[in-house]
């Protein structure tokens, strides 16, 4: 089988890669393989653990494509506020503009998976690569049961350990974060439409609204504390997280307001732990090759962007290459996709260090400490530093202002 573009990874970044694609009718062949089968419908009322958090950005893309219209309302949570503060002092930063969506990332796949229906778009899966090969004119890919695939461009949209970067050679830098991740659903008292994250001495802590009176809560601390966590029963666990979101600050300092997150009353699903890496490869485009997604990068799950930069990347890669196709260009040629390679080199580093100074002042040196609090109190009261927090969360600034499949 012969395609302009062959997307290895049918999950979340990757399905919507060939979405965009699809609406530009400027490919005759797009093909999708996914190691896994896709994910049976449920429709289970507790809302699963899995969860992202979506910028304004992203969901603007994602209507562009025709998947957003697709997530059922019902599931759709959207919050209209952020707070964010610390357990040291009493510092703080309140973003009532802000505003986002959280979903779960089952929903999020499956509304692609039946656009690509509409679009005729198969998925091959469950289907493995066995073996990459790279010739000037083409990539040959061999599955592992057999079958033979050519193509004029490879996406690696196959996450974090994704066999495309890694057959190809393509190297990639990774620094383990102290922490690991533990996600589960709860049910509060006293819901209001916010989205909270606590700084605690061992990581943040994050409780992410959903519908009804459910909220979603990502704990990110060192690996010993997780695993208790995940081990607690639900009792001890509700004492734990109450107790993280609302134990009194260690100094007053500065001397801000005082935030009061909803009360967690019941723990609704299993609780999933996850290591986490900060990871960049070290080319996100080569001739014939891009990556996007978490095959690219991987960032500490804080500022609940990794999705998000994925999203960004599929809407700027999607974009050069229907700007390429348009006058005729191979879809493997390295100078479109650089375009595509450099901005998202730039937007990830850009996250990727943001964060990284945000876990440094969180070492064991006390006047950070009190630099920190300043620092969270000062952003939220200096509108001009508020504002271009407020632009780098929104995401408009990182995709293209005009998408070409939307061009007549
Ligand atoms: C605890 C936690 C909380 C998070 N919260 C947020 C958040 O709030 N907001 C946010 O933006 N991000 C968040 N993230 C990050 C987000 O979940 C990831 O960035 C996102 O899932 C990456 O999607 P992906 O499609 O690139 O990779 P994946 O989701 O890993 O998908 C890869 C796909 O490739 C397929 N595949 C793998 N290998 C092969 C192969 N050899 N052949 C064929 N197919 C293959 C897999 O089956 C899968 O479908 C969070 C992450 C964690 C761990």
Not at 77 to 95: C, K, P
Not at 262 to 282: D, G, N, Q, W
Request: charged share 20%; glycine share 8%; net charge neutral.
């Amino acid at each position: 089988m012969i395609s302009d573009v062959l997307i290895v990874g049918g999950g979340m970044t990757g399905s919507l890669l060939a979405c965009a694609l699809g609406c530009s009718k400027l490919f005759s062949k797009i093909s999708v393989i996914d190691a896994l089968p896709p994910p049976a419908p449920t429709n289970n009322p507790i809302p699963d653990p899995r969860v992202v958090t979506l910028t304004p950005a992203s969901q603007f893309f994602m209507s562009s494509i025709g998947t957003w219209d697709l997530i059922p309302e019902t599931r759709r949570a959207s919050f209209s506020g952020m707070q964010i503060w610390d357990y040291y002092g009493t510092g703080e930063m309140r973003f009532e503009n802000s505003s986002g969506w959280v979903i779960e990332n089952k929903e999020l796949v499956q509304a692609s998976l039946q656009r690509l229906k509409t679009l005729g778009i198969e998925v091959l899966s469950p289907a493995k690569v066995k073996t990459i090969s790279r010739n000037p004119g083409e990539i040959a890919v061999e599955l592992e049961d057999g079958r033979k695939l050519e193509t004029s461009l490879i996406v690696g949209a196959d996450g974090k350990e994704s066999k495309v970067r890694n057959e190809l050679g393509i190297g990639n830098w990774r620094k383990p974060y102290p922490h690991n991740g533990m996600v589960c659903t709860v049910k509060v008292e006293g819901k209001l439409n916010h989205a909270y994250q606590r700084f605690l001495q061992t990581g943040p802590i994050a409780l992410l609204p959903l519908w009804e009176n459910y909220y979603s809560v990502v704990w990110s601390a060192p690996v010993d504390i997780i695993d208790t966590l995940v081990k607690a029963s639900d009792n001890d666990f509700i004492t734990q997280i109450n107790l993280a979101l609302t134990s009194p600050s260690f100094t007053s300092f500065p001397n801000q307001g005082e935030i009061i997150p909803p009360r967690v009353t019941e723990i609704c699903t299993k609780k999933f732990a996850f290591p986490y890496t900060l990871m960049h490869a070290s080319s996100f485009v080569e001739p014939r090759v891009a990556l996007v997604g978490d095959a690219a990068h991987t960032i500490h799950p804080m500022a609940g962007q990794g999705y998000n930069l994925g999203v960004y990347d599929v809407a700027n890669l999607a974009n050069v290459l229907c700007q390429g196709a348009k006058v005729g260009r191979d879809p493997g040629d390295l100078a479109y996709l650089q375009v595509y390679g450099n901005k998202s080199k730039r937007y990830n580093s850009l996250f990727a260090a943001v964060e990284e100074s945000i876990l440094l002042s969180y070492s064991d040196i006390k006047a950070l400490h009190y630099a920190r609090n300043l620092a969270y109190s000062a952003i939220g009261k200096v509108p001009p530093v508020k504002d271009v927090l407020q632009r780098a969360a929104n995401g408009f600034d990182f995709i293209p202002q005009e998408f070409e499949w939307n061009k007549a």
